[in-house]
């Protein structure tokens, strides 16, 4: 599978102040790529290089198997957490300008802003002016102009900010449907929910530094699973396990945490024995949890 960005050692520094450092990553063609990291991580100032916004003082950017230009910029669309339109200029208007700035002529552009307003649901919009919209409608305008040139690359900075639920699904399903057609998506965001439903692969960054990256199966794979979900109806004082680290216990509901390498199946066996068992589940660790261990340690180290 061909590498669409593949950063290679970058590092940069503001005065006194390491943003990024020695971080590696690369993002292939069809691959939803989560990066992530606490405020102030680096992540910001790491996309900001990949577009060319500033320059790594050292290492290398390459985009579609080059060294970045800014020729490489038309294979780019990016979407920063900053927002930026023009409140007296009508959606339409404002889209088609965008495209001619993205180097499509005003036929296309137009066609294209048409295609995906209708697309995503606001067409109706189209000749209003920006500041009579809500902020959720201008996001989906801002989501549209990061897409019109039909970019090999799309970077988005917290792409579902000021959406409700339906809004929201409807652009990840967007996305997933572009993954699909071999577009390499990066997005940053907080929300590991959606990280952990939508990605294939993610960069953990804390204070500049890649603290964990890969595959996020494989990620996945490297913590034990000792989170244990019990439904069961009668007496709880399989409880008292050894195997059990703490629990909360929500009568005919429990949720456990196990030891370090603790034996699931001797829990259930004792469960089984006290109480009528509707539901054992042994859960994988959340990418929260893991985000949360994981730049805990950091930080502690």
Not at 256 to 284: G, N, V
Not at 285 to 290: K, R, T
Request: charged share 30%; glycine share 8%; aromatic share 6%.
């Amino acid at each position: 599978m061909a590498a669409v960005v593949e950063l290679d050692r970058i590092s940069k520094s503001y005065e006194n102040k390491i943003a990024v450092k020695d971080l590696s990553f690369r993002i292939d063609a069809g691959t939803m790529f989560g990066l992530l990291g606490p405020n102030g991580a680096g992540k910001t100032s790491t996309i900001r290089m990949m577009v060319g916004i500033t320059m790594p003082d050292s290492g290398t950017v390459n985009l579609l198997g080059k060294p970045f230009t800014r020729e490489s910029l038309k294979n780019v669309g990016y979407l920063p957490e900053e927002r930026g339109l023009y409140k007296k200029m009508k959606v339409m208007d404002q889209l088609i300008f965008m495209g001619q700035l993205r180097g499509l002529d005003p036929a296309t552009a137009g066609r294209r802003s048409h295609d995906w307003c209708e697309r995503l649901q606001i067409l109706d919009a189209a000749d209003k002016k920006t500041e009579e919209l809500s902020k959720g409608m201008q996001q989906k305008i801002q989501f549209i102009a990061t897409l019109l040139h039909d970019p090999a690359l799309i970077i988005m900075d917290e792409p579902f900010s000021g959406l409700d639920p339906v809004n929201t699904t409807l652009l990840q399903d967007t996305l997933v449907d572009l993954k699909k057609k071999g577009r390499a998506i990066l997005f940053s965001t907080h929300r590991m929910d959606q990280v952990e439903k939508l990605c294939d692969a993610i960069c953990l960054v804390n204070r500049g530094e890649g603290v964990l990256s890969g595959g996020m199966r494989e990620v996945k794979s490297r913590y034990e699973r000792n989170h244990v979900i019990i439904d069961f109806e009668g007496d709880n004082a399989f409880l008292n396990h050894p195997a059990i680290a703490e629990y909360k216990d929500y009568s005919s509901h429990v949720d456990i945490r196990l030891k370090p390498h603790a034996d699931a199946q001797s829990l259930l066996h004792a469960a089984a024995e006290k109480a009528a068992i509707y539901r054992f589940e042994l859960i994988e660790p959340s990418l929260e949890e893991i985000f949360i261990k994981t730049v805990g340690e950091k930080v502690d180290a």
